[in-house]
T-cell receptor
């Protein structure tokens, strides 16, 4: 089944404790992206990647890191999480960055930083 | 940069038609997308426009005017399951996406 998977789905952590949220897609997509969703603000793009070893900042990259060593995986790293990073996170992938290439979203990761 | 505006909430009756407007400003346009998101779930793709005009997909249609920075999503023959948030998203020339805050559509019996 074609899908985007994220792990973990739920995570409660403490300020400053490094964490990684994994994202994997099995559709051989070139484009992958991370978003956070907060009430009233909609989806905001954190980082995106147009192919292996190519990553770019979205609108809200501060406090996050990503890597794209393999085509299928695009982990999101929070080196020192803070409470303002409490949010719902979505990973997405699409065939490429061209118009008409629909994004497929993972199920989401709900992160709470205390 | 980009700025995307859409109404916060709309209410309509089952069987009716609802039109959700989206206006945007972008420094480089590469396409406009509409997504549906049910509460507690991930967004799912509905439609996209890259050229001016109307794209029809069953009960859903989407329209784009690039010169006006304007799009709308038309939902026809509304069903209760259409109660959801509808997200307008713009893709720029550099591969970056920006989403509107979403329009919550409430369908009443």
């Amino acid at each position: 089944e074609a899908q985007v998977t994220q792990n973990p789905r739920y995570l409660i952590t403490v300020t400053g404790k490094k964490l990684t949220v994994t994202c994997s897609q099995n559709m051989n997509h070139e484009y992958m992206s991370w978003y956070r969703q907060d009430p009233g603000l909609g989806l905001r793009q954190i980082y995106y990647s147009m192919n292996v070893e190519v990553t770019d900042k979205g609108d809200v990259p501060e406090g996050y890191k990503v890597s794209r060593k393999e085509k299928r995986n695009f982990p999101l790293i929070l080196e020192s999480p803070s409470p303002n990073q409490t949010s719902l996170y979505f990973c997405a992938s699409s065939l490429n960055r061209l118009a008409g290439s629909a994004q497929y979203f993972g199920p989401g990761t709900r992160l709470t930083v205390t | 940069g980009q700025n995307i505006d859409q109404p916060t909430e709309m209410t309509a009756t089952e069987g009716a038609i609802v039109q959700i407007n989206c206006t945007y400003q972008t420094s480089g346009f590469n396409g406009l997308f509409w997504y549906q998101q049910h509460a507690g779930e991930a967004p799912t793709f509905l439609s996209y426009n890259v050229l001016d005009g109307l794209e029809e997909k069953g009960r859903f249609s989407s329209f784009l005017s690039r010169s006006k920075g304007y799009s709308y999503l038309l939902l026809k023959e509304l069903q209760m399951k259409d109660s959801a948030s509808y997200l307008c998203a713009v893709l720029d020339s550099w591969g970056k996406f920006q989403f509107g805050a979403g329009t919550q559509v409430v369908v009443t019996p």
